[in-house]
Structure formats: C-alpha cells, structure tokens
C-alpha cells in the first residue's frame, strides 16, 4: 500500500500548479477585524486533474482496487467523485482568488466566516440552483441551502442559518447565516474599506508584494483578546507568553521550481514563558542522524529543559491549591 502511494504521490507532484499572485483584488473589501485565508480556485481545477491520475493508478492496482472498495460501502452523498466534478464545474465560473474571513468574538451572536470570490462568467446562480442544491441535500429539498441574488437576500430572515450563497454580478458570497453575507454584501457596496492600512494588512500586503500561491493569515492577538475573559485565564496566558502573539502567517510559494512553505507566528516583544521555547536559529546537529532515506525529517532548536519545566511551573502556579 505504502509502494503505490508513493509511486501516485510521484505522479501529483507532476501537476503544475498556478503561478504566485502579487496582489489582491477582494482584501480591500475585507470588513476591518476579519481574518483572511485566501487561495487561489485553479488549486480547485488541480483536482480534476489529480482525480485522473488517481483513477488511472486505481486501474492498475489491485492493491489500490481493494483499499477504494472497502473505503467505499458507506453509500453516503455526495460521494468524493461527485464533490470533485462539482468542485471543478464552479470553479469554471469563478475568477483568480478565493478568499475566507473570520472574526473571531466571545458574542455567541456574532458573524460567522464568509468566502469571497470573484465571478468571471454568467450561469453561476443558475447552475447553484440547478445541480448543486440537489447533490448536497440527496434529493431532501434545499431547506438548508439558499442559493439567492442581490434583491432576494432582503427576502430571507435575519437569523436564517444554514448555507447561504449571495450571486451578484462580479462576486460570490457564501456564509453559514444571513447576516453574515449581509454585512459582507453591504461592504461591498460601500467600497474598500480601511483594512489594507491597518498593520494587519500591510503585513498582508507585504507576503504579496514576494509572490504566493496560498496564503493563510489570522490576527491571533485579536483572537485571544476576544476568546479569554476570565482573570484566571488571563493570568495564565500572561504567564506562558502567548498573551504577546500578534499574526500567524502560512505561505505557500515557488522558490528555485521547488516548493516554498512557510509558517511564521509574530509576537509584540521579547517573546518569555513557553512562548519562548523555540530558541534562536542555530546549526541543527541532529539533522547529521537523519537516515538519506527518510520522506521526512523535523529539527527544531528549543530553550534548555530546565528552564521549559520552570515555564510550566511558573503557568500554572496560580491554579495550585
């Protein structure tokens, strides 16, 4: 089993995949304190392409062959073949960028996240209503599907939840509850927004300006300003140094026709507590053990272990009886 997906593994990486991206044409519009994760929709369309080969290695393998089958009997829809083809088909209706945000709140009522995207050809909405409304609800009607346009979204309840999809003219909107897609949709009218001056999104601004196929951005800070609200828990994030962190970004890129993946977490200061276990860059000795065979290898510099166990001490102290 190991064999034939290493030999499927060898032919996907063949796929060419969509080129870097330098700018954002949907981020200006983004509402000031959402979270942005953006990817490209050709990734989408490489599904397709990956599916082919995969059938192809199926074909072959009896191995393979044995594994699908078995994976297989749940006879649950849609089904992974029917969720590429439907992948792949709106993909064909849809622009260069795809972006999600977020805003993260302790508000039980708040506005949940919400994909953007452009809309590069007509037949959209007609195409939602049509095909895919009937393979997500397998023939239950669309009770928790709402494929809707700019003048029907007034229509619908304000505390509506479910899969919500606003078609307007050059963009696409789906959120998990009505408001949600309205306030992205009146965003929209409004215009550009001051996001991309804030230093969130000049950060943002920055990973474009060097080029990136997909890219993952969360204001963390302003996640865990809104999530902690007892003291006990803001003594113990004080405590472990995360109370600092500010921005996790996750870049995915080209460098030297190689891929180029890249996770970095931002802190406001000197990082302390267990914030601060990851040490400073330094030459990796263990790397010398790592066998020339290995699919993986993971090295990391860390604090002296002394000094992470008076971390945890120091954390969690306030708890002790």
Not at 313 to 321: A, D, E, M, S, V
Request: charged fraction near 20%; charge should be neutral; include cysteine.
């Amino acid at each position: 089993m190991l064999a034939e997906f290493s030999k499927l593994r060898t032919k996907l990486e063949e796929i060419q995949t969509p080129g870097p991206r330098y700018e954002s044409k949907i981020l200006p519009f983004a509402a000031d304190g959402y979270s942005p994760l953006y990817r490209h929709p050709q990734s989408w369309r490489c599904a397709a392409t990956g599916n082919q080969i995969f059938q192809q290695q199926l074909s072959q393998s009896t191995v393979l062959q044995d594994w699908w089958n078995k994976s297989g009997k749940s006879n649950q829809h849609p089904t992974p073949q029917e969720l590429i083809d439907q992948i792949h088909a709106i993909s064909q209706y849809l622009g260069d960028e795809v972006v999600i945000t977020a805003r993260a709140s302790s508000v039980s009522d708040s506005h949940g996240p919400v994909l953007l995207a452009e809309v590069r050809q007509p037949g959209l909405k007609d195409y939602l209503q049509q095909h895919l409304a009937n393979t997500l609800t397998s023939g239950q009607g669309t009770g928790n599907l709402r494929v809707v346009d700019a003048q029907s979204l007034s229509s619908l309840s304000g505390d509506e939840r479910g899969m919500i999809m606003l078609v307007r003219p050059r963009r696409w909107f789906v959120g998990g509850d009505t408001a949600s897609v309205r306030q992205m949709s009146a965003q929209l009218d409004a215009g550009s927004t001051l996001f991309a001056g804030t230093d969130f999104g000049q950060r943002i601004a920055n990973v474009y300006s060097r080029g990136t196929e997909t890219l993952v951005a969360a204001n963390l800070g302003q996640i865990v300003k809104s999530v902690h609200a007892k003291q006990e828990e803001s003594q113990a994030l004080r405590n472990s140094g995360f109370n600092e962190i500010k921005y996790l970004i996750a870049t995915r890129g080209e460098s030297a026709s190689q891929g180029d993946n890249r996770i970095t977490l931002e802190f406001n200061g000197q990082r302390h507590g267990m914030a601060s276990w990851l040490a400073a860059p330094a030459p990796m000795g263990s790397l010398e053990y790592v066998s020339t065979n290995a699919g993986a290898a993971v090295s990391f510099v860390a604090k002296q272990p002394a000094r992470m166990l008076d971390d945890i001490f120091n954390t969690y102290r306030r708890f002790r009886p």
